[in-house]
């Protein structure tokens, strides 16, 4: 996804339709994909004066702006500096205090002072001072997953899916309605299936758009793109709530794809037991996303196909997931065999209880999880849980104690999307430049710029629309947080009123 502010649009005929990269912005994408290469392990400044430079000669700067920003989460910048910036600034500031420094003269003995309290040499001292600020962090790798084609084709899918930012409603038609109602089903949506034409239709909304028309759900609907973009053949129309004008914006299968996957076929399943567990666990909202039939394994001479796999969101990591229903002694000879045969795989087997053979299963270091009948979800999520408690352990440790978010209102969950954790990692986490308002972050001069808007008997409409200028949807902590309650008139709506 990108930011609002990199939306491009035409509203040509009242319509809202994106203006997706085409062919001839190949070019660009492949000399905005060469500025990055070309200065790993130089300062972000030089990149950012190098991308400014294109901007200038593209059609469009957002254009630059959004291939930039895409290949901005593919690299890594770090501080370099011979003294730790922070170390730096103190010591160097101690030491002005107690020279006065008024001129170049008084810098350079400030700078001495500080370099002998450091142990070190004054050069280092000044090159060190802003060394850990943003415009002076060094770009020290590139991971480029794309093509510059594939670069066109992910801007596509970002800005189509930040145009259903402010989305109400979304019509889906897609040749895998099984797959588009689970992930609606993930991602806690609503949903209807309509027969228009002959056709099924997914008709996708919020739970509030039972009481009134909201655009909270629009980060859920852009996720949901991603879902149906993999599908074969797909149409979705949404409505979008453009500052007040309600217009409509239709994507296709020949607008929006996904890089590097293929369109998804129907899902099959080996047996009944297979098919309802899979139903059931995508209706779960977890951090794992069920894959069915993955790639193959390795098992000594042979290969072993799982019949699914849980993927954590968080994190690069797989479990496969096998499901050991009545069959023969030989075919469960086989597959012990097969089984022990696995290395370095994670690896968890719902057996029959009927075959008895758990305990050899566990034997060869895979977990064993009884059935009788259907697989029961609670002995797999309580399986799953014990690998995300240590995948959050190790994405927590490799945080700083203090997170600082650049924007001025964000949700946890939104952050931790950004930082590829999962929200559990982000608990004990110091957040100095904000504070935490139920499961929102905001900087206390919103807070204090929120405070002077909001006043009682205010219609809690028009608080939801100054809140959601912040980009904040949580209106009952943030109206609790300033003193405010909400006294609710039936279904209509509510007022604001002081506790």
Same mark, same amino acid.
């Given at each position: ?25 190949? /070019? ?24 400014? $430079?294109?901007?200038? $000669? ?28 922070? !170390? ?45 600020? #943003? ?50 089903? *993930? ?6 299936? =309509? ?27 852009? =996720? ?55 139903? !059931? ?63 370095? &795989? ?6 029959? #209880? ?19 009948? =259907? ?24 945080? /700083? ?16 999307? *950004? ?43 028009? &608080? ?20 405010? =309650? ?14």
């Amino acid at each position: 996804m990108l930011t609002k502010d990199l939306l491009r649009v035409s509203r040509a005929g009242g319509g809202f339709q994106p203006q997706f990269a085409g062919d001839s912005d190949r /070019p660009l994408a492949a000399r905005v994909i060469g500025t990055y290469q070309g200065h790993v392990d130089h300062p972000r400044s030089d990149l950012d004066d190098a991308l400014t $430079d294109l901007e200038r $000669d593209a059609d469009d700067f957002k254009l630059v702006r959004g291939f930039a920003k895409l290949l901005d989460r593919e690299a890594t910048f770090e501080t370099r500096a011979p003294v730790d910036p922070r !170390r730096a600034r103190e010591a160097a500031f101690t030491a002005a205090e107690s020279v006065g420094v008024a001129s170049e003269t008084d810098r350079e003995q400030a700078l001495s002072r500080a370099a002998d309290r450091l142990g070190t040499a004054a050069s280092d001292v000044a090159a060190a001072l802003y060394a850990d600020r #943003e415009q002076r962090q060094v770009l020290t790798s590139l991971d480029v997953r794309w093509s510059p084609d594939e670069l066109l084709a992910q801007y596509n899918l970002s800005l189509a899916q930040t145009a259903l930012f402010d989305a109400t409603e979304v019509r889906v038609r897609s040749s895998d309605p099984k797959g588009v109602v689970s992930a609606v089903k *993930r991602l806690r949506l609503l949903y209807e299936i =309509r027969r228009t034409d002959g056709d099924r239709e997914v008709v996708v909304t919020g739970p509030d758009a039972l009481f009134r028309r909201t655009r909270r759900y629009g980060t859920r609907f852009a =996720r949901l793109l991603r879902t149906v973009a993999k599908t074969a053949d797909w149409r979705l129309t949404a409505t979008i709530d453009d500052r007040g004008t309600e217009r409509e914006m239709t994507l296709t299968d020949a607008d929006v794809s996904v890089p590097g996957v293929e369109p998804v076929t129907e899902v099959t399943y080996d047996s009944d037991v297979e098919a309802d567990f899979a139903a !059931r666990f995508q209706s779960l909202d977890l951090d794992w996303d069920l894959v069915r039939e993955p790639e193959p394994l390795e098992a000594g001479a042979h290969v072993v196909i799982p019949d699914f796999a849980f993927d954590y969101r968080h994190a690069d990591f797989r479990i496969y997931f096998e499901i050991m229903g009545f069959w023969t002694p030989e075919y469960v000879e086989k597959k012990l065999a097969r089984l022990a045969d696995l290395e370095d &795989v994670e690896m968890l087997v719902a057996v029959d #209880e009927t075959l008895g053979v758990g305990e050899d299963i566990e034997a060869r270091d895979h977990r064993a999880i009884p059935y009788s009948g =259907r697989v029961r979800l609670k002995d797999v999520r309580d399986a799953l849980r014990q690998y995300e408690e240590e995948l959050a352990a190790h994405a927590a440790a490799d945080l /700083p104690a203090d997170v600082t978010p650049d924007a001025d209102a964000i949700a946890i969950e939104t952050l931790a999307d *950004r930082l590829g954790v999962s929200e559990s990692a982000l608990e004990g986490k110091n957040f100095p430049e904000h504070e935490v308002v139920g499961r929102t972050l905001i900087q206390p001069a919103v807070l204090d710029a929120l405070d002077d808007s909001i006043e009682a008997g205010m219609d809690l409409g028009t &608080v939801e629309a100054t809140l959601d200028e912040y980009g904040i949807d949580d209106a009952s902590a943030v109206l609790a947080q300033l003193g405010y =309650r909400v006294e609710w008139e039936g279904l209509s709506g509510g007022t604001v009123r002081e506790k």
